[in-house]
């Protein structure tokens, strides 16, 4: 059964940071492309950024290329997103999803607030 489970959100200042993580199992990590999606409340789901398998080729949305970085740790079965310079717009829950278009499957979420 395939699981992912994503950690890290929290509160943070506008120009703060966070990185979420994302645990992965019930699969061979290594064999897919990975990446992230966010919801804020009301919206549609908005793919942010993906990593090929091999995590040499990442891609970015438009609002946060520049700012996250997507990474990945195959020895751990680990997806990153390190995210910089957050933005109020940036408030969302975040998922991470196996392939490159996010999944489905994809986790519970783990919510990011960006506020003063």
């Known amino acids: 059964e395939v699981q992912l489970v994503e950690s890290g959100g929290g509160l943070v200042q506008p120009g703060g940071s966070l990185r979420l993580s994302c645990a992965a199992s019930?699969?061979?990590?290594?064999?897919?492309?990975m990446a992230w999606a966010r919801q804020a409340p009301g919206k549609e789901l908005e793919w942010v950024a993906g990593?090929?398998?091999?995590?040499?080729?990442?891609l970015y949305g438009p609002p946060v290329k520049g700012r996250f970085t997507i990474s990945r740790d195959d020895t751990r079965d680990m997806l990153y997103l390190q995210m910089n310079s957050l933005k109020p717009e940036d408030t969302a829950m975040y998922f991470c999803?196996?392939?490159?278009?996010?999944?489905?499957?994809r986790g519970q979420g783990t919510q990011v607030t960006v506020s003063s």
């Open positions: 999803g196996k392939g490159i278009v996010a999944g489905p499957p």
């Open positions: 019930g699969f061979i990590f290594s064999n897919y492309a």
């Open positions: 990593i090929n398998k091999f995590g040499n080729n990442t």
